[in-house]
């Protein structure tokens, strides 16, 4: 996202070399990232987290309205609309993390440990909506996650990554699995 600088290579996105770009300009370009500690604003209400998503569509995209589809994905943000963000659980302040970063039509959307402190049921949801917005959305997910489990049912390639290397990669299947094993237990 442009919050640490690249210390070699290059990123590129649609076509375009994006290592030196600010982060709302990478946020304007469809790239939508949701840290690990969610950092909702805690003051405002779901509504207003939710709609502050929509910054970086151009003005003209912005609806000033909840998409009916976050909805459907977390029902229960629905229901607090006009609550705090600070005043709900981690489990709906990560769920209200997720949708907001939908609220911009991202192409691609970076998610940092979405699944980690949060209820088993919780979960499961998340799971479910990173396959549905990637299968049938069409938005690319790249998912950081230490449970191996969680990575595995939400993803199609996978990478093992130690201190900034890749040090083993596979396709989400059984052979794989077997293999990534090794690194756990080292």
């Known amino acids: 996202m442009g919050l640490l600088p690249a210390k070699q290579g290059d990123i590129c996105f649609k076509q375009t070399f994006i290592q ?20 909702i604003f805690a003051s405002l209400t779901v509504r207003e987290n939710l709609l502050l998503g929509e910054e970086p569509l151009p003005k003209k995209k912005r609806t000033g309205q909840v998409k009916e589809e976050i909805f459907q994905w977390f029902p229960v943000l629905k229901e607090m609309l006009d609550r705090k963000g600070g005043d709900l659980s981690g ?23 979405p699944m980690e402190g949060v ?45 900034g290397t890749v040090i083993d990669d596979g396709k989400a299947d059984e052979e794989t699995a077997r293999r990534f094993e090794r690194h756990l237990t080292v």
């Open 119 to 163: 209820q088993p049921s919780i979960v499961e949801l998340i799971r479910q909506v990173i396959i549905e917005i990637s299968r049938k959305n069409d938005i690319s997910v790249m998912l950081v996650e230490h449970s191996l489990e969680n990575a595995f049912t939400c993803a199609d390639h996978l990478y093992v990554i130690d201190r």
């Open 20 to 39: 030196n770009e600010k982060a709302e300009k990478r946020a304007r370009m469809g790239i939508a990232y949701v840290p690990q500690g969610r950092d």
């Open 91 to 113: 489990g709906q302040q990560q769920q209200l993390a997720i949708a907001r970063a939908l609220m911009g039509n991202p192409k691609i959307i970076l998610l940092d440990e």
